[in-house]
């Protein structure tokens, strides 16, 4: 019987040092699983949004027959031309200045002018919203 006691009493204070340990080492386990979890969302988000960035990619615009875009040649500071820009006959785009280029100047001349204005018209008709162009659209266009 005495050995049994012992033995039971032996399991017991296993038993406290495997708590204690375990009380020791809790947070870092705990530390340890957030780590793994944050690691694993971000792993799944960059996999979803590149999902997203593909199918964006290859994305073709179709034009909005209900859309009507018109736009009007207008003049702008130091004898320059700009134009605005209508959806339904809503002003949308007033620009004074070329645009993707620094400075505030407008257009040369009114036919540079209505080259861009046209640019931006099939775009926002093929629903590329916002209608940004580029250096490089506006070097086709011959308008630098």
């Known amino acids: 019987m005495n050995e049994y006691f012992l033995y039971l009493l032996h399991l017991d204070i296993i038993a406290k040092k495997m708590k204690i340990r375990l009380e020791r080492h809790l947070h870092w386990y705990i530390q340890l699983f957030v780590a793994v979890f944050m690691f694993q969302l971000l792993v799944s988000l960059n996999f979803c949004s590149a999902k ?15 859309k009507t875009v018109t736009y009007k040649i207008i003049t ?28 505030n100047l407008g257009f040369g001349s009114s036919a540079d002018a209505e080259k861009v204005a046209k640019l931006i018209v099939n775009k926002i008709k093929h629903n590329q919203m916002p209608p940004t162009i580029s250096v490089d659209e506006m070097k086709k266009l011959k308008v630098l």
């Open 76 to 103: 702008a500071t130091s004898n320059t031309w700009g134009y605005d820009i209508y959806i339904n006959g809503v002003l949308s785009v007033h620009q004074v200045s070329r645009p993707a280029v620094p400075g």
């Open 52 to 66: 997203v960035l593909k199918f964006h990619s290859v994305y073709v615009h179709q034009p909005d027959p209900k």
